[in-house]
């Protein structure tokens, strides 16, 4: 009994240091897990930033292919960072990249594609937000991953660079495309 | 610092009159109140969308506005929301097996508390009846030589 009480105070401590190095590996707790991921992407009918004045999208222009979903803003500095990876990804694999201009003034967002390039086959104005809440977006840049049946089948927040598109996109592409979801193709 | 102050006075003054929504009756802005404190702003982790001035706690806001409007009970706002930002926005976290550890530490570990402190106390128990029963014996052998 009284031996068995000296471990006590061992036990105590390996707990305590089990549960704190879990604390250090757990993720970024800014990190918000995707509520969305492998729901239907919602509906919307939104202006298009180019194009005619009065022209408008919605959820059925997303469908067809395998797309990124790109939600960014000319206030944000990090879609800056990420947009020379977004022009490569377009022009290296042909990716649809669709852009959702999240709570920005349209004029300074053509300006911006025109000063450093438009990687987006075409970009849909949420001038107020709503989409993105119906998105679960709580900060810009965040890059869905849609299929072609508009199913969102990842999520990535924070800046698209080469490790997350190696890692992390390139792969779910890869595999959507196997499993018979062509980019390009016509198939729903 | 002055400024600092200033700033920070005028942002709190704006967000209590940011929405600027007129209700139609005080038991509606009782609601909105009510509801709009139960969701965590996803963006500043530690406050409400009540209290958020950031501008996704305002489209929130916003969002819960146009679902009382239509007619949503607090339930089905509720989902709306957790729905597309996760439970994470809902501070009284859901009942399901990832939550578990969150429900039934607080009871495994005031179960465990109360088991050492009843051996510890019966121990005490146990000492005393020991001491009880050696002094009856030296009172009894005192008594017999």
Redesign the interface.
């Known amino acids: 009994m009284n031996r068995a009480k000296l471990f006590v105070p061992v036990t105590v401590f390996g707990v305590l240091a089990i549960v704190l190095v879990l604390g250090f590996t757990l993720r970024d ?2 990190l ?5 991921v492998d ?1 239907p992407f919602p509906g919307f009918d939104l202006p298009l930033l180019a194009g005619e004045p009065d022209a408008r999208a919605s959820r059925s222009n997303l469908l067809g292919e395998i797309r990124l979903v790109n939600v960014w803003a000319t206030w944000c500095p990090t879609c800056l960072a990420e947009h020379g990876e977004l022009m490569r990804i377009r022009e290296k694999t042909g990716l649809s990249i669709v852009g959702i201009s999240y ?1 920005d003034d349209s004029r300074q967002a053509r300006a911006w594609l025109k000063e450093y390039g438009d990687p987006y086959d075409f970009n849909i104005v949420d001038a ?3 989409l ?8 810009a840049p965040e890059t869905f991953l849609v299929d072609a049946g508009g199913v969102i089948r990842y999520k990535h927040v924070g800046d698209v660079n080469p490790g997350v598109w190696k890692d992390e996109l390139a792969p779910r592409i890869a595999a959507l495309e196997a499993s018979g979801d062509i980019p390009g193709g016509n198939a729903p | 610092m002055g400024v600092v102050l200033l700033l920070a006075v005028a942002t709190c003054l704006g967000a209590s009159a940011i929405d600027g929504f007129d209700f139609p009756d005080p038991e509606t802005a009782d609601r909105y109140q009510r509801l709009t404190t139960e969701f965590r702003c996803p963006k500043c982790l530690n406050e409400s969308i009540a209290s958020s001035g950031a501008p996704i706690a305002v489209d929130l806001r916003r969002t819960v506005r146009r679902l009382m409007e239509e007619g949503a009970t607090d339930d089905a706002i509720r989902s709306h929301l957790q729905e597309r930002y996760g439970d994470f926005v809902l501070y009284d976290p859901p009942f399901e097996p990832s939550t578990w550890f969150l429900w039934f530490s607080p009871v495994v570990l005031l179960l465990v508390v109360a088991w050492v402190l009843m051996r510890i106390a019966r121990r005490d128990v146990a000492r005393e009846t020991e001491s009880d029963d050696l002094a009856r014996a030296r009172r009894l052998l005192r008594d017999s030589g």
Do not use: E, F, R, W
Request: proline share 10%.
């Open positions: 707790p800014k918000l897990p995707s509520a969305l729901k709570k107020n937000g709503d993105g809440v119906d998105l679960g977006v709580y900060g």
